[in-house]
């Protein structure tokens, strides 16, 4: 299959003239930082043309924050936005001429909606999942795909402090006591958080957030994770689960869904903890054995639980969507006092969705105007440092191509007639994606270089910025 996503548009960009050397706004990523800097970082740096970003189409589906919608107008980008998914035929006809795509958990992007897509180059999943999007198959193509894992992480850490205290007062139970006419005023067993110790499993993005903001209410924090992390505040790290589980009156856990995080939870964990302490997930269902948590509760082992994530989850909004069907333990769990239970919201608020669009419109611009693919989930991370606006003949060479051996010594023969200034290639199983800076190019080389590197028997698609 001949697979040249942007040729069209790389055909008008041979007629066009060059970019008049506007100065590059985009932020820097922070892996950039970690480059080695020949200049100052105050230097001005030269836009790339990939072609005329008026030719750029992009296509929003699922109503995309707006704060997406404005970056991707600034860029001068053409924007089509639809407030809902599209039905699968739309869908199709949509795709073929878009260049890139931005949906959310809803629009499911399986290889035969990706085939009809002959000039996309990237796919933005406005949210934190992927699993809707048929990564391997986009990588196929040359379609690098982005998300947004991390903005959302302080939603979810406010949401459990929320909880913390709602446990430690019980006040699920005294609100729908209420809510149903009880008036239940009773002190016994409701504390205050202060002093208190809590337990971060997995202190990454949102366990050390929490870490910070549970200490500003008085908290002592603990906490384990399986890689070595600096403490914020006065946090300790723990060397065990089991330490951890001994010494705090909260435990909440943070971390991924794996095979190693598989009922983390269970029957021994729940035995180790303290008589009355607390368990907090907002992490993936997965993570906590349920069964044997509603034994430690009725055992009077385990005082109160709050759960956002469960192992499975109904796809859609609506009543009845939470019952024994779905997981068998449900009506038991929801009978048990000082129980609180939310639908996975812990990342869902407005100020995230507005994060999201942000973070995700800014990897797809600079993917499209740079060729920047670091933070992408299917794709050979790749950067160079951005061109200065002194460098007026260079050409960014972007190459994807099959990982099969010898295609370096072909393209830098193909390259070899210019300076290489900068190179980085790098691989993700059977993708491989080569940047390359190359000096003293005129329009004619440009035409040359693209028609040679077309031929190679390994070329999955080709983009050249100037
Ligand atoms: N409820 C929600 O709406 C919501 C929203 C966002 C994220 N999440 C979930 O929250 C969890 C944490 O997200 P994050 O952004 O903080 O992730 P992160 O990757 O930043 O941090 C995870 C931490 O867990 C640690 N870890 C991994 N395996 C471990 C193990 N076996 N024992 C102890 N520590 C371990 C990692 O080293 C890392 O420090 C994820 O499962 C994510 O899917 C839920």
């Known amino acids: 299959m001949d697979i040249n996503p942007l040729q069209d548009s790389f055909q008008r960009a041979m007629n066009l003239s060059r970019s008049p050397g506007a100065v590059s706004?985009?932020?820097?990523q922070s892996f950039m930082n970690t480059l080695p800097r020949r200049l100052s970082v105050s230097k001005q740096q030269k836009a790339l043309k990939p072609f005329?970003?008026?030719?750029?189409?992009?296509?929003?589906?699922?109503?995309?924050?707006?704060?997406?919608?404005?970056?991707?107008?600034?860029?001068?980008?053409?924007?089509?936005?639809y407030k809902s998914s599209l039905p699968e035929e739309e869908l199709i006809e949509k795709i073929k001429d878009v260049h890139a795509i931005g949906i959310r958990s809803k629009t499911k992007l399986t290889a035969n909606i990706l085939k009809h897509a002959k000039?996309?180059?990237?796919?933005?999943?406005?949210c934190i999942g992927t699993n809707q999007v048929d990564?391997?198959?986009?990588?196929?193509?040359?379609?690098?795909?982005?998300?947004?894992?991390?903005?959302?992480?302080?939603?979810?850490?406010?949401?459990?402090?929320?909880?913390?205290?709602?446990?430690?007062r019980q006040l699920g139970d005294r609100s729908i006591e209420l809510h149903t006419g009880t008036w239940n005023k009773?002190?016994?067993?409701?504390?205050?958080?202060?002093?208190?110790?809590?337990?971060?499993?997995?202190?990454g993005h949102i366990g050390s957030q929490l870490s910070v903001l549970a200490e500003s209410m008085g908290m002592h924090v603990l906490y384990y994770d399986i890689v070595t992390i600096m403490a914020l505040g006065t946090a300790k790290q723990v060397s065990t689960l089991d330490e951890l589980l001994n010494k705090s009156d909260f435990v909440t856990l943070h971390v991924p869904e794996t095979p190693e995080t598989k009922n983390l939870l269970s029957a021994p964990q729940f035995a180790a903890m303290k008589d009355g302490a607390y368990v907090i997930n907002a992490s993936r269902g997965t993570v906590v054995d349920i069964p044997s948590l509603i034994q430690a509760m009725k055992a009077g082992k385990?005082?109160?639980?709050?759960?956002?994530?469960?192992?499975?989850?109904?796809?859609?909004?609506?009543?009845?969507?939470?019952?024994?069907?779905?997981?068998?333990?449900?009506?038991?769990?929801?009978?048990?006092p000082n129980v609180i239970l939310t639908p996975h919201i812990g990342g869902s608020t407005e100020e995230a969705q507005s994060a999201i669009g942000i973070e995700v419109a800014h990897a797809l611009s600079k993917y499209i105007n740079e060729g920047i693919s670091v933070g992408s989930v299917n794709f050979p991370e790749v950067s160079l440092r951005s061109l200065d606006l002194d460098q007026e003949n260079t050409v960014r060479v972007l190459y994807i191509h099959k990982n099969v051996?010898?295609?370096?010594?072909?393209?830098?023969?193909?390259?070899?007639?210019?300076?290489?200034?900068?190179?980085?290639?790098?691989?993700?199983?059977?993708i491989a994606y080569l940047m390359a800076d190359i000096s003293d190019v005129n329009q004619s080389d440009i035409k040359q270089i693209y028609d040679?590197?077309?031929?190679?028997?390994?070329?999955?698609?080709i983009r050249l910025l100037y």
């Open 405 to 430: 051996p010898g295609v370096l010594k072909t393209v830098n023969n193909i390259l070899s007639n210019h300076n290489i200034e900068k190179q980085f290639s790098d691989s993700c199983g059977e």
């Open 135 to 168: 990564l391997d198959y986009a990588a196929s193509i040359g379609v690098a795909v982005f998300n947004s894992p991390f903005s959302n992480s302080r939603s979810v850490a406010e949401l459990v402090i929320a909880e913390i205290i709602s446990l430690a």
């Open 25 to 28: 706004t985009s932020p820097t």
């Open 452 to 461: 040679e590197l077309d031929k190679t028997s390994s070329k999955i698609s």
């Open 302 to 336: 385990i005082a109160g639980a709050a759960l956002d994530v469960y192992p499975n989850e109904p796809a859609k909004n609506g009543a009845d969507a939470f019952s024994d069907k779905l997981n068998n333990w449900t009506s038991e769990l929801v009978s048990l």
């Open 186 to 203: 009773v002190s016994q067993k409701c504390w205050e958080v202060r002093g208190k110790t809590l337990g971060v499993v997995g202190y």
């Open 52 to 81: 005329s970003t008026g030719d750029m189409r992009i296509l929003l589906l699922e109503n995309v924050n707006q704060t997406a919608v404005d970056i991707f107008k600034d860029q001068g980008y053409q924007v089509e936005f």
């Open 119 to 126: 000039n996309l180059v990237v796919i933005g999943c406005f």
